[in-house]
Every structure is written in C-alpha cells, then in structure tokens.
C-alpha cells in the first residue's frame, strides 16, 4: 500500500465551525506533512511531525492544531479560520525527515471557508 | 524561505513534441526532486537527482544538474495530452535538510 488517504475530499466551512481534516498512510512512515496550496502556487510547508512528534511549526496561525495520534495518522483541526484560509490541503509522508528524498502526497482536502 | 524559480511558468505544445522546463536555486544542495501535479490533486514525485549527479533518467524523462549554476532542468520525450499538469522543482538544501524548497512550477499543456 503506497497510498497516502485524505479526508474529506471537499470541505465548505463557516468562520464560526469546527472541523477535521484526516489523513492516514500505511507504508510505515515515521514523518507526515501538512502543507497548504493555493491555486497555481506551490505547496507551502504548515506543519511535520517526526515519529509522532511535532518537530517543524512554519508560524502556523493557531486556527489551525494538528495532531498526530499515532503514527498512521494525521489530523488538523480547523476553528475559527477566515476566508483567506481557502486552500487545498495536502498531508504528506515519508519515511524520515532526516533524508527528505520523497515525498508521498495524498490528494488533498478542497477546503472553503465562507 | 528562499523559493526556487523555474521557466517558463507556462508551456504550450504539441503531442509528440519535446517539454523542457528549467528550475534554479539559491544555495547548496543535497538533492533535487522534480513533482507533478494534476490539477486539483496531490502532487506525485517523479525523479530524484543528487548533487554530485549530473544526468538522471526515468523513462520518458531526462533530469540534467549543474551545481556551478544552481539549476536544473527537466525534459519529457515524445509529450502525451496526459502529461498535461503542473510541474515543481524542489531542493533539500545542504546543511539544512528538515524541509524541502519547492520552485514556483511550470504549468504544462500537451495538445492533441
């Protein structure tokens, strides 16, 4: 299984709601990634986590709390956020930080805030 | 963070036809990737190149580096309307290889 999986696929939020957006991988992989991307710009780095660990912040607001239960799963929790925070989402894994030699990206969460 | 830069943003061509898309960088590097991008989707790593590589192949596709100019480039032989997608660059700088510096992209249509 070489899959990195997403949820949801579309996401249409109100500033006042609360939401999750799930990601899990089974290759065994001990870093996972939050990047967020606007349209025809590249990914921009949120958030990684490190066996399970947060090692890596990128001065993410605090609307945005990610969490790593265990280490097949990824999740970030959304409140409060604002209409600039329409993006797509992307989790990534890879085996370790320390060699960043590929990255495997799920396909993303659509997200809207209204 | 330093991004990289690639050109042209956007390439127009033909089926069958060669697609080369160049990427530069800032500062020393460990290794860099190239990525596609479908529209909307997640991105998918296509070839690693390290820096004390100069040429790479996979397929369809020929990865050249050249560290005295910090840039790379990027080319697909005989192009098909599937390969229609954005592509990105994307560095593991020396001395600091936590994260990777992604490019700008190249946006790529392959008409049939």
């Known amino acids: ?114 | 963070s330093q991004q990289g830069e690639e050109d042209p943003q956007a390439l127009s061509i033909q089926e069958g036809e060669n697609a080369t898309m160049n990427c530069s960088y800032k500062t020393s590097i460990n290794n860099l990737q190239w990525y596609r991008q479908n529209s909307g989707r997640g991105l998918v790593h296509l070839i690693l190149i390290r820096s004390n590589e100069r040429e790479k192949h996979s397929g369809r596709l020929r990865v050249t580096l050249d560290t005295s100019k910090k840039s790379s480039s990027l080319l697909i032989t005989a192009s098909r309307a599937a390969d229609t997608a954005s592509y990105f660059c994307a560095t593991v700088n020396a001395g600091n290889n936590r994260k990777l510096i992604w490019g700008l992209g190249t946006s790529l249509a392959v008409n049939p």
């Open chain 1, 1 to 114: 299984d070489t899959e990195v999986t997403q949820t949801p696929k579309h996401l249409v939020m109100g500033m006042t709601n609360k939401k999750s957006l799930k990601c899990e991988q089974h290759m065994g992989h001990r870093a996972m990634y939050w990047y967020k991307q606007k349209a025809k710009k590249p990914p921009e780095l949120m958030f990684v986590y490190s066996y399970e660990k947060l090692s890596i912040n990128e001065s993410v607001p605090s609307r945005f709390s990610p969490e790593c239960p265990n280490s097949s799963l990824l999740n970030l929790h959304l409140h409060a956020l604002q209409p600039e925070d329409s993006a797509l989402y992307l989790c990534a894994s890879s085996p370790r930080t320390e060699s960043n030699e590929k990255l495997f990206f799920g396909s993303g969460t659509q997200l809207s805030v209204l």
